[in-house]
Nanobody, 121 residues
Framework: QVQLVESGGGLVQAGGSLRLSCVVS????????VGWFRKAPQKEREFVGA???????SYADSVKGRFTISRDNAKSTVYLQMNSLTPEDTATYYC???????????????WGPGTQVTVSS
């Protein structure tokens, strides 16, 4: 049984940075793709980015150039580095594990509980 736990969220001023971590446990980590998603109040959960087991990554247009996803297979951890944050990035951020790095939420079978990111203006 794969389990994921996010950490690193918090309150930051606009223009600041945060790095979120997603620790994957329970199974061998390296074959998994990990996606990051976020849900803001009154909005649907949306794709942020994803990384495949071969380190290929993709991003939503809204975060491209500001956010970077990386993985450390030895630590079974995926990181989401977020720079130049704006209040529009305020949301609960979730990581999810699947077999393919894709924008489709249905492709991810296991989700973490989420971590809150709040960006003040």
């Amino acid at each position: 049984q794969v389990q994921l736990v996010e950490s690193g969220g918090g309150l930051v001023q606009a223009g600041g940075s945060l790095r979120l971590s997603c620790v994957v446990s329970g199974r061998t980590f390296s074959p998994y793709a990990v996606g990051w998603f976020r849900k803001a109040p009154q909005k649907e959960r949306e794709f942020v980015g994803a990384i495949g087991w071969g380190d290929s990554s993709s991003y939503a247009d809204s975060v491209k150039g500001r956010f970077t996803i990386s993985r450390d297979n030895a630590k079974s951890t995926v990181y989401l580095q977020m720079n130049s944050l704006t209040p529009e990035d305020t949301a609960t951020y979730y990581c999810a594990a699947g077999m393919v790095a894709t924008q489709a939420q249905s492709a991810y079978g296991t989700w973490g509980p989420g971590t809150q990111v709040t960006v003040s203006s």
